[in-house]
């Protein structure tokens, strides 16, 4: 079904495009972006007044933990069109998933490699076979994911002696991963842990700091070595709420992305949404990316900034060239808000439209 959205503003995944414009789409992708005024009602089988609204590419939420199917309806609610799991197992509810048929597009890393001292190994169910303390274990491991069709690889950090994968350890999953095509996203939410992220060259390290400021000799390193961040800054701040007495400090995660986002390092959109017991913050699927993208540009990023990071940077670190941006034969992935997010970023709360696949959404008007 062919569908034209006219006179209205289109933030393309990085710029606010000047003027208005007509938009068209279908279910095999966006046909055509032109100048306002181009297009005829009558060419399409829905025709849509864009008037006084922004056209979006689908946001994309980097980190995620998917238990039920239900969260996905939920995330694509809300504008989230590609969410990507960093913790699901067994392989049989991987692949429940992966066939659900409905809500977001989702990917996932599968389960991630923990070592068996860490928090990480106590949480409930955790498969003990997808712990390992030593290097060769780490490289089955990862063969293992490959196998078994995980688009990514997650590995568990923390600073020295708190219970992460030792170096050695997470080096040999790095280069398994990246001998077998697969980025690393590292779980990193404490300065040491970016430290041993950043030395064995990890692609994305995942959370933000609330022990400590970054030093700037590491912020060049992970500019010189292309190592994006995902802060999850509704997260951490949860979890900043939840250890506040142990000394942990949202302030620091703050400043984490201040000072990362000065030094020209990639900063991409999630939100570790989950609901999961036992976690220090559980984090609402789908209303949560916006209050992530509220908190980067409290951070110090531009709205405009804010939504590359939730649109075409998340879509480029991790690979999706088909998605995160609004042009001509990329998928029809796209959100509607009334307003102007590129001035206020909390206009992305005013959903009058979503679009997955060029098929609209429940609640689309």
């Known amino acids: 079904m062919k569908t034209l959205i006219s006179s209205v503003s289109v933030f393309n995944g990085e710029i606010l495009l000047e003027g208005l414009h007509d938009v068209v789409f279908d279910d095999t992708g966006i046909l055509s972006v032109q100048p306002a005024g181009t297009h005829e009602a009558a060419t399409a089988e829905v025709a849509l007044d864009g008037t006084g609204r922004t056209l979006l590419p689908g946001l994309i939420d980097s980190h995620v ?19 990507l799991d960093m913790a699901m197992w067994p392989y049989e509810f991987q692949q429940q998933i992966r066939s659900a048929g409905h809500g977001t597009a989702i990917f996932t890393a599968g389960a991630p490699l923990v070592s068996h001292h860490g928090t990480h190994a106590r949480i409930p169910n955790f498969p003990a076979e997808s712990m390992t303390d030593d290097a060769e274990g780490a490289r089955r491991l990862v063969r293992e994911r490959v196998d078994q069709g995980s688009d990514y690889i997650k590995i568990i950090l923390e600073s020295p002696g ?30 040491g842990a970016y430290e041993i992220g950043v030395e064995v060259g990890v692609d994305i390290l995942t959370h933000a700091p609330l022990d400590k400021k970054l030093p700037p000799r590491l912020l060049t390193d992970m500019l010189q070595k292309h190592i994006a961040t995902s802060p999850t800054l509704t997260m951490m701040k949860g979890t900043a709420d939840f250890y506040a007495a142990q000394g942990l400090d949202f302030a620091f995660a703050n400043q984490a992305v201040a000072d990362m986002h000065k030094a020209g390092t990639t ?31 409290q951070a110090g990023l531009a709205p405009v900034e804010a939504l590359q990071a939730a649109t075409s940077l998340n879509a480029k670190v991790f690979g999706l060239e088909d998605r995160g941006v609004v042009e001509p034969g990329r998928r029809a992935d796209l959100v509607l808000v009334s307003g102007d997010p590129t001035r206020d970023i909390a206009v992305t709360e005013n959903l009058e439209g979503v679009w997955l696949g060029g098929r609209p959404t429940e609640g689309t008007k």
């Open 65 to 83: 933990h998917i238990t039920d199917p239900q969260q996905l309806d939920q995330l694509l609610d809300h504008g989230v069109t590609t969410a």
């Open 162 to 191: 708190h219970g992460g994968l030792e170096a050695d350890v997470a080096r040999a999953a790095v280069d398994e991963a990246h001998r077998a095509g697969k980025l690393v996203v590292a779980h990193a939410a404490a300065a």
């Open 267 to 297: 900063i991409l959109a999630g939100t570790d949404a989950n609901q999961a017991p036992g976690v220090p913050a559980n984090v609402v699927h789908g209303t949560s990316i916006h209050e992530e993208l509220r908190l980067l540009t």
